[in-house]
């Protein structure tokens, strides 16, 4: 749409303003409801969305209307949607999923989401929970995840550190496959809050019956740590077939790792890995 359109637009609201409401036209304010399909959040705080809640938007008026519905969140969440634009034919009720997310270190607590549409305002609770005890020692599991690029909304990076190993869960973004078919590398990458002693990471590609780590996983990749700004290769990956590949090395105080992915099993396509955990 061109700006000389835009204007237009925007000249005839000016001049339907001036001339006011025609004759007969409803001038009430639309009646809007909002509600919740539960009465508070809890919320883990690590990069992907596994919490959230149904946003019911309904039009109580006795007249079709278009309408807004704000979903604002603290600096501490965020959330899948912010505004929430519908026609909402009279009587009914639209309902939306909306994720919920805290920011890794968020501190544990309550919080509040304000819902607003017309008149009508609602808070919902939010409760970040502390991150649970990880036996395991994984120091992946709620750092920062990043990725050279993601395929989304299916396969984000954040996929790739939600505790979830199973291949067989591809496509619910469990995993992360990047987003540029046929070039490599690819990188994925853990920033963790405070350096870390780091020896071990393991990296499982996806490997399930019907997508084979030997056809579709990571076949090519370098392990590297973050030494001060510098990127230095720890470990090397050449030729792999199996699902899971763990690489070892000599103990390093890290304050980030990240693999480089450079081929894959069915050439150069796509890095797919559905867990990378560091130790
Ligand atoms: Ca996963």
Redesign the pocket.
Known sequence: MSYRLLGTIAACGLVLLAGGAPAGADRTRPELALSTDVSAVEVLPQPCPRSGFELRFKNAGARDVYADAFVTAPPELSVSRQVVTSYLPAGYELKVRVQVTAVVGTPPGGYALELRAGDTRLSLPVTVLPPPENPTGNLARFATVMASSEHLPLYPAC????????SA?WATT???NDGTRGLFPDWLRVTLAQPQTVSRVDL?TLDSARYPAARYGLRDWDVQVDSGGQWTTVAQVRGNTAGLVSSTFVPVLTSGVRIVALASNEGLTYSR????EVY
């Open positions: 996929g790739a550190t939600d505790g979830d190993r199973d869960h469990t995993g992360w499982y890995v559905v867990e990378l």
